[in-house]
């Protein structure tokens, strides 16, 4: 069990951590594993429309329809938002929740720096999870 308190990541002595890769995929497969238990089918379909919108104004959808992978490349898209937006929901109404779950896959060994540069390297490219989206993610949201 990590020496942290449960909830100690939403602190402001630790916006700069981030997790290792392993924990990342971890956290994600037992959010995953809770989220099963709600029915997607209850997204209102205006608010899937705006997921679809938000998506495509991303450049996530497909231009050409006809493509042979359409179809799957708009399915993988909507996927993705649609968990986002289940996840912000669990999170707004039950925040212990995720606390919790992060708590169970948090480790000295799994708490990284998320580092303040703006530049990635080469090297950075190996490890995307840990040192490139966090920072493009730093670098295209802090200044908005």
């Given at each position: 069990m990590p020496?942290?308190?449960?909830?100690?990541?939403?602190?402001?002595?630790?916006?700069?951590?981030?997790?290792?890769?392993?924990?990342?995929?971890?956290?994600?497969d037992l959010i995953l594993q809770y989220m099963t238990e709600i029915d997607f089918k209850d997204l209102p379909p205006i608010v899937g429309q705006i997921l679809d919108d938000f998506a495509d104004q991303s450049g996530c959808l497909p231009d050409d329809l006809e493509k042979a992978d359409a179809f799957q490349a708009i399915i993988n898209a909507q996927l993705a938002v649609t968990l986002a937006y289940q996840l912000g929901r669990l999170d707004g109404k039950s925040p212990q929740i995720i606390d919790k779950l992060v708590d169970e896959v948090v480790s000295n060994e799994s708490l990284l720096q998320l580092l303040?540069?703006?530049?990635?390297?080469?090297?950075?490219?190996?490890?995307?999870?840990?040192k490139v989206y966090p920072q493009l993610r730093l670098i295209n949201f802090t200044d908005q």
């Open positions: 020496e942290y308190q449960i909830g100690f990541w939403r602190n402001s002595d630790h916006s700069d951590s981030i997790l290792n890769e392993e924990a990342v995929t971890e956290l994600s303040e540069t703006t530049e990635i390297g080469r090297q950075d490219l190996d490890k995307p999870v840990e």
